[in-house]
């Protein structure tokens, strides 16, 4: 059974920083795709940034360019999500997700398995 769960969210003022964790279980497939979306209440979900275990190739949103890094430790089979200059427009729910195999896109349907979420809440 896979399970992902995250951590590390929080309240930080504008211009802050957050490191996001998705330590996640269960993957059997020697190829997947681990990815970081968020939901602002009222909208939908989004895509930020996806990884995939071989080649630890990344994918990004335009919105999160220049400011978000993912990354991932083997090891620990975690995720990680450093989000730099932080804005109050990001704030909202993060959720990792995972898929098994490479994801070319970071389209939720894409997606199979889903963590509970973290909250993430940026002021002004």
């Known amino acids: 059974q896979v399970q992902l769960v995250e951590s590390g969210g929080g309240s930080v003022q504008a211009g802050g920083s957050l490191k996001l964790s998705c330590k996640y279980s269960?993957?059997?497939?020697?190829?997947?795709?681990v990815a970081w979306f968020r939901q602002a209440p009222g909208k939908e979900r989004e895509g930020a940034a996806r990884?995939?275990?071989?080649?630890?190739?990344?994918i990004y949103a335009d919105f999160v360019k220049g400011r978000f890094t993912i990354s991932r430790d083997a090891a620990k089979n975690t995720v990680y999500l450093q989000m730099n200059n932080l804005a109050p427009e990001d704030t909202g729910m993060y959720y990792c997700?995972?898929?098994?195999?490479?994801?070319?896109?970071?389209?939720?349907?894409?997606?199979?398995?889903w963590g509970q979420g973290t909250q993430v809440t940026v002021s002004s």
């Open positions: 997700a995972a898929h098994v195999g490479y994801s070319y896109s970071l389209n939720a349907t894409s997606f199979t398995y």
């Open positions: 269960g993957i059997t497939a020697s190829a997947y795709s």
């Open positions: 990884i995939y275990n071989l080649g630890e190739s990344t």
